[in-house]
RNA sequence: UGUCCCAUGGUGUAAUGGUAGCACAACAGGUUUUGGUUCUGUUUGACCAGGUUCGAGUCCUGGUGGGACAA
């Protein structure tokens, strides 16, 4: 028993995480349950108690962590801060890459456990001596999109029991043991401090004096109405202008220091190569000399074949082959090689 | 002042005299560990008054309101 490996996992409460927790145990592995304080959304903290009395039913310890504060600090701020840069956040990849997985390796290290895991649909693979995040088995649920950032460190540490399920047998999982709550929740939707309306979250963070309402234009410049405040609007956003034009019109650009917002068609939008900053690479001698690679900039949205190469400034350069439509500042690009994960960046 | 053209949802537009449709917008829902995209659905309409007709958005007369040309 002593000897079994042991792993610490993240749990939300939720029921991905409770069926690692089942598959793991079955495993046969000493699991640890750990539910960080990310977030509450009036005070609740029912997902500290369903987490603890899931450990309570499988018989694992189960420990807390307050993270409000850092949370507060590196995502909720970031995502502030994005919004009135002109810019779009990716709060649930930084939280991924730089939070939530460094702290349950931390948590792991104090702990002296060897592994961790999380109910993300993920798998790994190793190539070569490198660890790599490669999709999950079921293509509607995969998240590899958003752990293009971590290092080897963790990576070579993980463990992720539902990278090879689909979400439906996980559920299936969860009611074949008798967890019948567990399997029948709701998957969580929207980013997680936020669920409503993202400008209604910012009005309430910032204050509304904070926004001043400002001009929409066209392309050359030319005025078409008055807008709320740039912070509001998003590049590629088509609905929720407030005007009508008679032919369909995207945002194209947001530019903050004018307080003007830019519109026009989709095909307008369109661009054949961006930049990346902030871009990490399991192996940047790989993703350079890729010859089958592919990028995403969006979560469930198709590949895209490109090749890169680094600029001048330290930037990743994208050169896509076939264009893509509004490439919005702030977002995530993530590369693939198949189904493997080689690396990703924050679009500038 | 004369002649001609036009008038259909919030906006822009369709329909040999026969169920008023489409696009854009708005709203609601679905999808979703980011924003956005997208999908589905819903609401809203004949300038006014007469006439012809089994039946008028459509044809006729008058009015009202726009636009163009002429002076």
Redesign the pocket.
């Known amino acids: 028993m002593s000897n079994s490996p042991c792993v610490l996992l993240g749990m ?1 409460g939720g029921t991905d995480s409770s069926v690692a927790a089942i598959l793991l145990q079955e495993a046969g592995y000493q699991v640890i349950g750990i539910t960080f304080r990310f977030y509450e959304i009036n005070s609740s903290v029912s997902y500290l108690e369903e987490a603890r009395t899931l450990c309570e039913t499988l018989g694992i310890p189960h420990l807390t962590y307050d993270a409000r504060d850092l949370f507060r600090e590196q995502i909720i701020q970031y995502f502030t801060e994005e919004y009135m840069a002109g810019r ?6 930084l939280c ?1 890459n730089y939070l ?1 997985w460094p702290l349950l390796t931390q948590v792991a290290d104090e702990q002296g456990i060897s592994h961790i895991a ?1 109910g ?2 993920v798998q790994k693979e190793v190539v070569e001596g490198h660890h790599y995040i490669t999709c999950g088995a079921d293509p ?2 995969d ?1 590899s ?3 293009w950032g971590l290092p080897q460190e963790i990576l070579q540490r993980m463990i992720l029991p539902l990278g090879t399920l689909t ?1 439906t047998r996980v559920r299936a999982i969860a009611e074949e043991r008798g967890f019948i709550q567990t399997a029948r929740k709701k ?6 401090f ?1 669920p409503m ?3 209604s979250f910012l009005r309430r963070e910032l204050g509304a004096e904070a926004f001043q309402p400002g001009r929409f234009v066209t392309e050359e410049g030319q005025f078409i109405a008055h807008h709320e405040g740039y912070p509001f609007y ?18 194209k650009e947001i530019r903050p220091e004018r307080n003007e917002v830019i519109l026009s068609s ?1 095909q307008s939008t369109e661009c054949m190569e961006f930049k990346l900053k902030d871009w990490r690479a399991i192996d940047a001698k790989e993703l350079l000399a890729c010859t089958n690679l592919a990028v995403k ?5 198709q590949l895209n074949h490109c090749t890169v190469r680094i600029s001048t400034e330290g930037f990743l350069q994208v050169i896509l082959r076939e264009p893509l ?2 490439v ?1 500042p702030g ?2 690009a993530a590369f693939y090689s198949g189904h493997r994960v080689l690396g990703g960046g924050i679009i500038v």
């Open positions: 939300s779009t956040p990716v709060p649930c990849t991924n939530k999380t993300h649909y509607d649920k998240q999109f958003f752990l979400k998957d969580s939707l929207g980013v997680c936020c309306d993202y400008r998003t590049v590629g956003q088509r609905r929720g202008l407030g005007i009508h034009l008679n032919r369909p019109v995207f945002v989709l900039i969006r979560y469930r949205k439509t509004a919005a977002q995530a």
